[in-house]
């Protein structure tokens, strides 16, 4: 550029811990958020062990997370269709890191999984990740029915068919 | 479409992992750099866009507001734009719609991120991007997402890493001619990326760009005036964004439509109809090397799964034919988010001017395009500038 | 357009929370305030050459011109009461057991004021009056706002004279004690 650029103050990590005038705070933000009728059915629904999609008849896809508005349609959607708890990984990765970076002791194995129209986000397991390939399918792996509560991790994981 | 705007001025910090400055004067410092370089004061500005990514990096809530006196928005027409990632374009779209409107002949756009200042780190504050009852109970982490798109896409078109690999080489040897850089590196190999930290495969450390602070300005006037006063003025030809839907998973993520759409947006506006012939530079959002490869396609330079073969082929090097992230990226300069893309169209403002130094593309570029993505990897931002 | 819920009492409500720490440098001007504070035990204020506004606490820029701003220099400790508040209740609602005043302190030769504690009954106090820094002892210091244990009354301050009162103005009800 024609100009050199402003001499910012870099500060190394030790200069920013341990140099520097600091003020430390953690932000206390605390939630209790209303589930929404389509999500509150939903997980009504994975507590009963079944995935519970909405079907837009315009456009034909049953939308897993559910919604009660189809967002391409911009309609409401038409009825409750349940989806069998089989799907296709559309993709996955094998992470060895949490989420400030340090290293897992086993590698977790996130995936899209494809049902009826689109994919939701969860695990797999019960497989190596070296036999983990796009295309394959799977199956979930419910908890047993007493220890399950309404949430997506009523679903174990899914596993190889 | 309305007036004619010009980018006048640029100005930006350096991009550091951490700065002394707080977020406010590093926004002082990007304005006055731009300021200064366009030959203006603070009174000379009618109107002031701030872009600046979630409140939770710098952690200071309102941030616009907080940044405001040091973009020069004191007791001035203030807006704060955010669309994550895409914030660093979609301000400049913001200043040139607000001097196109009518309503102000010269507007000042900033755009800063304070990152460091997030604890542990700033993946703290991305977290909650997943939806809180059908996805953060599995706890997931930002590198998820890359990752499983990244996937998706080489498996989808069947590319080798070694070829995304390539794309952070470039950027960082680009970099090392940017005197702002944070990882500029003059002999990085393709063998350092492939040898690096796996952290969620298909991700390793040196695919992905880093933690950053800095801050951008930039300086837009109407046509009259910026005839007037600029001796190069750099005009807007077109801007272009869009929206896809956030239920990411039930997206195709092997392609970036709303990229295309966004691209197409502004090609229209510019009366551009063949972009690989009619656009001579193009600065891509990279925040990881397979994202310029998508975004390229996307922008529609390249087809579908062919941008790869361009980066092996040279095509996208600063003396290749279409040269992409000549400034060296975020992956070279640094990613404070906000800031990363504007970063791009001050890039394009000195290369069209003949002013990029080191990192000048050969001969005389006419028209470039920068590109910015963001929110739940779903909004494409783009603005085409041209002489 | 929609059903309505057939158990309007089964509204599922998930709690969480979103955890977010910070580390914030007090940058430029800031790291010189609070070194100055701690160290020496005075308050350092900035001057915009172009503008003459006495910031306290300083600004590397005069927001007003964007000029950088180089000129330093003390002011304080002490200043008058730009104005006051008594809170009496927290930051969840809950009752303090007592009350806290928070005041708007314009530190002799700033421009420019500042938010502290002060000390003292409430009853005591008006805007206007005289005011006086309380430092921690300096081994207590550490380079924050809190090396200022708050502001008090200064010896010998009085009530300020009442603002004239023009035809149809009002001052303000004193709160309630």
Same mark, same amino acid.
């Given at each position: 550029?024609?100009?050199?650029?402003?001499?910012?103050?870099? @500060?190394? +990590?030790?200069?920013?811990?341990?140099?520097?005038?600091?003020?430390?705070?953690?932000?206390?933000?605390?939630?209790?958020?209303?589930?929404?009728?389509?999500?509150?059915?939903? @997980?009504?629904?994975?507590?009963?062990?079944?995935?519970?999609?909405?079907?837009?008849?315009?456009?034909?896809?049953?939308?897993?997370?559910?919604?009660?508005?189809?967002?391409?349609?911009?309609?409401?959607?038409?009825?409750?269709?349940?989806?069998?708890?089989?799907?296709?990984?559309?993709?996955?990765?094998?992470?060895?890191?949490?989420?400030? @970076?340090?290293?897992?002791?086993?590698?977790?194995?996130?995936?899209?999984?494809?049902?009826?129209?689109?994919?939701?986000?969860?695990? @797999?397991?019960?497989?190596?990740?070296?036999?983990?390939?796009?295309?394959?399918?799977?199956?979930?792996?419910?908890?047993?029915?007493?220890?399950?509560?309404?949430?997506?991790? +009523?679903?174990?994981?899914?596993?190889?068919? | 479409?309305? #007036?004619?705007?010009?980018?006048?001025?640029?100005? *930006?910090?350096?991009?550091?992992?951490?700065?002394?400055?707080?977020?406010?004067?590093?926004?002082?410092?990007?304005?006055?750099?731009?300021?200064?370089?366009?030959?203006?004061?603070?009174?000379?500005?009618?109107?002031?866009?701030?872009?600046?990514?979630?409140?939770?990096?710098?952690?200071?809530?309102?941030?616009?507001?907080?940044?405001?006196?040091?973009?020069?928005?004191?007791?001035?027409?203030?807006?704060?734009?955010?669309? $994550?990632?895409?914030? $660093?374009?979609?301000?400049?779209?913001?200043?040139?719609?607000?001097?196109?409107?009518?309503?102000?002949?010269?507007?000042?756009?900033?755009?800063?991120?304070?990152?460091?200042?997030? *604890?542990?780190?700033?993946? $703290?504050?991305?977290?909650?991007?997943?939806?809180?009852?059908?996805?953060?109970?599995?706890?997931?982490?930002?590198? =998820?997402?890359?990752? %499983?798109?990244?996937?998706?896409?080489?498996?989808?078109?069947?590319?080798?890493?070694?070829?995304?690999?390539?794309?952070?080489?470039?950027?960082?040897?680009? !970099?090392?001619?940017?005197? !702002?850089?944070? %990882?500029?590196?003059?002999?990085?190999?393709?063998?350092?990326?492939?040898?690096?930290?796996?952290?969620? =495969?298909?991700?390793?450390?040196?695919?992905?760009?880093?933690?950053?602070?800095?801050?951008?300005?930039?300086?837009?006037?109407?046509?009259?005036?910026?005839?007037?006063?600029?001796?190069?003025?750099?005009?807007?030809?077109?801007?272009? =964004?869009?929206?896809?839907?956030?239920?990411?998973?039930?997206?195709?993520?092997?392609?970036?439509?709303?990229?295309?759409?966004?691209?197409? *947006?502004?090609?229209? *506006?510019?009366?551009?109809?063949?972009?690989? #012939?009619?656009?001579?530079?193009?600065?891509?959002?990279?925040?990881?090397?397979?994202?310029?490869?998508?975004?390229?396609?996307?922008?529609?330079?390249?087809?579908?799964?062919?941008?790869?073969?361009?980066?092996?082929?040279?095509?996208?090097?600063?003396?290749?034919?279409?040269?992409?992230?000549?400034?060296?990226?975020?992956?070279?300069?640094?990613?404070?988010?906000?800031?990363?893309?504007?970063?791009?169209?001050?890039?394009?403002?000195?290369?069209?001017?003949?002013?990029?130094?080191?990192?000048?593309?050969?001969?005389?570029?006419?028209?470039?395009?920068?590109?910015?993505?963001?929110?739940?990897?779903?909004?494409?931002?783009?603005?085409?500038?041209?002489? | 357009?929609?059903?309505?819920?057939?158990?309007?009492?089964?509204?599922?409500?998930?709690?969480?929370?979103?955890?977010?720490?910070?580390?914030?440098?007090?940058?430029?001007?800031?790291?010189?305030?609070?070194?100055?504070?701690?160290?020496?035990?005075?308050?350092?204020?900035?001057?915009?050459?172009?503008?003459?506004?006495?910031?306290?606490?300083?600004?590397?820029?005069?927001?007003?011109?964007?000029?950088?701003?180089?000129?330093?220099?003390?002011?304080?400790?002490?200043?008058?009461?730009?104005?006051?508040?008594?809170?009496?209740?927290?930051?969840?609602?809950?009752?303090?057991?007592?009350?806290?005043?928070?005041?708007?302190?314009?530190?002799?030769?700033?421009?420019?004021?500042?938010?502290?504690?002060?000390?003292?009954?409430?009853?005591?106090?008006?805007?206007?009056?005289?005011?006086?820094?309380?430092?921690?002892?300096?081994?207590?210091?550490?380079?924050?706002?809190?090396?200022?244990?708050?502001?008090?009354?200064?010896?010998?301050?009085?009530?300020?004279?009442?603002?004239?009162?023009?035809?149809?103005?009002?001052?303000?009800?004193?709160?309630?004690?």
């Amino acid at each position: 550029m024609a100009r050199d650029p402003f001499p910012t103050r870099s @500060l190394s +990590d030790r200069e920013f811990h341990e140099g520097v005038v600091t003020v430390s705070h953690s932000v206390r933000a605390e939630y209790r958020w209303d589930a929404g009728e389509a999500i509150g059915r939903y @997980l009504d629904g994975l507590r009963a062990g079944r995935i519970m999609g909405r079907e837009c008849r315009e456009c034909g896809r049953v939308l897993v997370p559910p919604r009660m508005f189809c967002e391409q349609c911009f309609r409401p959607t038409d009825r409750w269709v349940e989806v069998p708890g089989t799907g296709t990984v559309n993709t996955y990765s094998v992470c060895y890191v949490t989420w400030d @970076l340090r290293r897992l002791t086993v590698p977790e194995l996130p995936a899209v999984i494809d049902l009826r129209s689109g994919g939701i986000m969860h695990k @797999l397991g019960d497989v190596e990740p070296g036999d983990v390939h796009i295309g394959m399918s799977v199956e979930a792996v419910w908890k047993p029915a007493e220890d399950r509560q309404g949430s997506i991790l +009523d679903i174990a994981y899914w596993k190889p068919v | 479409m309305g #007036r004619r705007v010009a980018v006048v001025g640029a100005g *930006m910090t350096r991009f550091v992992r951490r700065s002394l400055e707080t977020g406010k004067e590093l926004a002082w410092e990007a304005a006055r750099c731009a300021l200064d370089a366009a030959e203006l004061t603070v009174d000379d500005i009618d109107a002031v866009c701030i872009g600046t990514a979630p409140d939770a990096f710098d952690g200071v809530h309102m941030k616009g507001e907080y940044l405001a006196d040091g973009a020069g928005g004191w007791n001035k027409p203030v807006i704060r734009s955010y669309v $994550g990632g895409g914030t $660093g374009v979609f301000c400049a779209v913001q200043g040139w719609y607000h001097v196109a409107s009518g309503m102000f002949d010269r507007v000042l756009v900033v755009a800063e991120e304070k990152m460091s200042s997030t *604890m542990p780190h700033p993946q $703290g504050a991305f977290l909650t991007i997943f939806d809180h009852i059908t996805e953060r109970p599995l706890e997931p982490n930002l590198l =998820w997402i890359f990752a %499983l798109e990244m996937n998706r896409y080489m498996t989808t078109y069947g590319i080798e890493k070694a070829d995304i690999a390539r794309v952070a080489v470039k950027n960082k040897r680009n !970099a090392a001619g940017h005197p !702002a850089a944070q %990882l500029g590196q003059a002999d990085i190999t393709v063998e350092d990326v492939l040898a690096s930290e796996v952290l969620a =495969w298909p991700v390793q450390r040196l695919d992905v760009s880093p933690v950053s602070d800095g801050a951008v300005a930039v300086v837009m006037a109407a046509e009259d005036v910026a005839n007037r006063t600029c001796d190069k003025p750099v005009w807007v030809e077109g801007v272009g =964004w869009n929206l896809d839907t956030a239920y990411w998973t039930n997206r195709d993520l092997a392609y970036p439509a709303y990229v295309e759409r966004a691209a197409r *947006m502004a090609y229209e *506006m510019a009366g551009i109809t063949e972009p690989r #012939r009619e656009i001579d530079i193009v600065e891509p959002y990279d925040p990881f090397d397979y994202k310029e490869l998508h975004h390229l396609e996307g922008l529609q330079l390249f087809g579908k799964g062919k941008a790869p073969e361009a980066a092996r082929d040279g095509v996208l090097d600063r003396d290749g034919d279409l040269p992409s992230c000549p400034s060296g990226g975020l992956l070279g300069v640094g990613n404070p988010i906000a800031a990363a893309g504007l970063m791009k169209v001050a890039e394009l403002f000195w290369q069209l001017r003949g002013e990029a130094g080191a990192r000048q593309v050969p001969g005389t570029p006419h028209r470039g395009l920068a590109q910015a993505w963001g929110d739940l990897m779903q909004v494409g931002t783009v603005i085409v500038l041209g002489r | 357009m929609f059903d309505k819920p057939a158990h309007p009492d089964a509204v599922r409500l998930w709690p969480g929370s979103i955890p977010i720490s910070h580390r914030y440098t007090a940058g430029l001007a800031g790291e010189r305030f609070f070194r100055a504070l701690a160290e020496r035990g005075v308050f350092l204020a900035s001057r915009c050459a172009r503008c003459s506004v006495v910031s306290c606490p300083p600004a590397a820029f005069c927001e007003r011109c964007l000029d950088a701003v180089d000129e330093e220099l003390e002011v304080g400790p002490s200043g008058t009461l730009a104005s006051f508040t008594v809170v009496r209740i927290g930051f969840d609602g809950e009752p303090l057991p007592a009350p806290v005043v928070v005041g708007l302190i314009r530190l002799t030769g700033a421009d420019t004021c500042l938010v502290h504690r002060v000390a003292g009954d409430p009853a005591t106090l008006q805007v206007g009056m005289d005011v006086e820094a309380v430092l921690r002892a300096p081994a207590a210091r550490t380079g924050s706002l809190d090396d200022v244990e708050h502001f008090r009354l200064s010896r010998g301050s009085s009530s300020p004279e009442p603002p004239p009162r023009s035809r149809g103005s009002s001052s303000p009800e004193p709160p309630p004690r």
